[in-house]
């Protein structure tokens, strides 16, 4: 694959494990898809789409079977052990080789966990409501290493710098944290905006601090933002009606 069509995860696993993101470059949609869109459901050409996932499984071992999911923004984690036919998840586990766990984002947080030891792997989607409502804590819980041989790569997500929410999506995960000594850290997560009432929300630091909780200090990654870079990223909250980055991971047989 070309260095612009994706970015492959940058973290210390075993070779077995491939990781990757897809940016928005190096594809046939047109506006306002433009180029690199591999999701069906934004509103594209659907054979626009078909060219874009064929341009990307032919860069790939051809033995490789895709399991995709349908994303409702909840916590449910499909453990899956054969590809089948489209499961609505917001994560997806499994420790089968040659099996491809993707989610498509377009701002969400795409977080990859891998085993170390290259048994294991999951991909999550987490919007700010997945994360709230446990997506992460879900899915490691169904993971059968132990956290000391799990790893965390981020994928591309909005940044603290475009990221605007409302009191009530903080005040939803200042009371997650419970009246626990967590509390400061979150508020951390949440940095007053320049509009009154408003906070920049920190998905990444919000994500870190869950992993923490559970055990998890191996963390790479999150050093974009979609919303900032426009000639790599798809944003939904820049741009609305848009295409989606695909977030795949797999184990090599
Ligand atoms: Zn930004």
Known sequence: MT?????????????????FSTSRLGGVSQPPFATF??????????HRVESNRALLKEQLPQQLEWQWLDQVHGDD????????????ADAILTTRPNL???????????????????????VIHAGWKGLASGVI?????????????????????????????????????????????LVPAMEVCFLPSENQG?????????????????GIDKISGGDYCTHC??????????????????????IEA
């Open 100 to 122: 491809v766990c993707c989610v498509q984002t377009a701002d969400c947080l795409p977080l990859f966990v891998a085993a170390i030891d290259g048994t294991e792997i999951a």
């Open 77 to 88: 984690v499909a453990m899956v052990n054969k590809a089948g036919p489209t499961l609505t």
């Open 198 to 214: 408003k906070f920049m929300a920190d998905l990444y630091a919000i994500a870190r601090l869950k992993l923490s909780v559970l």
């Open 3 to 19: 260095p612009k069509q994706v970015i492959f995860a940058d973290w210390d696993v075993s070779a077995s494990i491939v990781a």
């Open 229 to 250: 870079d426009s000639d790599k990223f798809f944003s939904y909250r820049r741009d609305g009606v848009t295409g989606r980055m695909l977030h795949a991971i797999y």
């Open 37 to 46: 869109n591999l999701a069906t459901h934004v509103g594209d050409d659907p």
């Open 137 to 181: 804590e879900n899915t490691i819980s169904r993971m059968s290493s132990s956290v000391s041989n799990l790893a965390v790569w981020f994928g591309p997500a909005i940044g603290p710098c475009h990221f605007e929410v409302g009191g009530q999506v903080r005040d939803c995960f200042l009371a997650s944290a419970g009246s626990s000594s």
